[in-house]
């Protein structure tokens, strides 16, 4: 199956060109500060070390005092944060909010082509309370974090993304990535743009949840893919799209 994504060095150098807009255009506004069918088809079993390391996820927050169109008004793009970690809850909130089920069937917060739910979130963890720094994959139908690597990742991400700093200074990083051929068994070509859609869907959910809690986050698209695989460690067929650092904002 073709995928229609420019190579990953042309990619970087439209993306870095891309950036270099985006932060200059940003600061006119702001100071930048730092610069399967249905369900249980998508989640790959655990095996080795990541069987045995777990974690049972605090039960998402199901109503909230923000209203949608609050939480739409104040959204931004925040990449400064106080020096806060972010608890367990407010990732598994973040998490819940991007991939969570709720439905009996399987079905999530965002939504998914045919519902066979090719994205896998990754929780990329640093100073997080309660939790050992390294890369955790999101099991969504158990509502748990499987260890997918130990140790602080965020420097190597960060490296991986042009020395973005909101990378290495958030508390945590959630990376989106996508099983391209999830979607393309089904709908060929096409599927391609389907798993972007449902990266963004998903993103978008996290921003808005994060605004509901006062969690700060940036989408994160400029970054060279196979280093970021190779510092999270991802399977060969797990593409990262965007990668989502989370944080206490410095300033409200
Ligand atoms: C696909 C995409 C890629 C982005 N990549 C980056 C990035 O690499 N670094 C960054 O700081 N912001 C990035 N952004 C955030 C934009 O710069 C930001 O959304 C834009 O400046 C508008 O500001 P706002 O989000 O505060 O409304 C990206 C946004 C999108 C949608």
């Known amino acids: 199956m073709k995928i229609r994504r420019p190579a990953n060095r042309t990619r970087m150098l439209l993306l870095a060109a891309g950036l270099s807009g985006t932060l200059c255009c940003a600061a006119c506004q702001v100071e930048p500060a730092g610069i ?3 369900p249980n088809s998508s989640t790959p079993a655990m095996t080795g070390h990541a069987a045995n390391s777990r974690i049972k996820l605090p039960a998402p927050a199901r109503a909230g005092t923000t ?9 931004r793009s925040v990449r400064a944060y106080t020096a806060e970690p972010l608890t367990l809850a407010d990732c598994a909130q973040l998490l819940w909010a991007a991939q969570g089920v709720t439905s009996p069937e399987g079905l999530r917060t965002a939504p998914s082509a045919g519902a066979l739910y090719p994205l896998e979130v990754f929780l990329v963890a640093g100073r997080v309370t309660d939790l050992p720094a390294g890369v955790y994959r999101y099991d969504a139908h158990a509502h748990e974090l499987a260890l997918a690597a130990a140790g602080d990742r965020r420097a190597a991400l960060s490296e991986a993304a042009l020395g973005q700093s909101p990378l290495h200074e958030a508390p945590a990083v959630f990376v989106i990535a996508g099983v391209h051929a999830r979607t393309t068994g089904k709908y060929g070509d096409r599927g391609v743009d389907y798993v ?19 969690i700060g986050t940036v989408y994160i698209g400029a970054f060279d893919d196979l280093a ?11 593409e990262p799209l965007g990668l989502i650092p989370a944080g206490i904002p410095l300033s409200p």
């Open 228 to 238: 970021v695989k190779q510092a999270l460690e991802l399977a060969e067929d797990e």
């Open 36 to 38: 399967a069918a249905l």
């Open 67 to 75: 209203s949608v169109e609050e939480a739409l008004a104040a959204r």
């Open 196 to 214: 972007y859609v449902e990266a963004g869907a998903a993103a978008q959910n996290m921003a808005l949840q994060g605004v509901a809690r006062n």
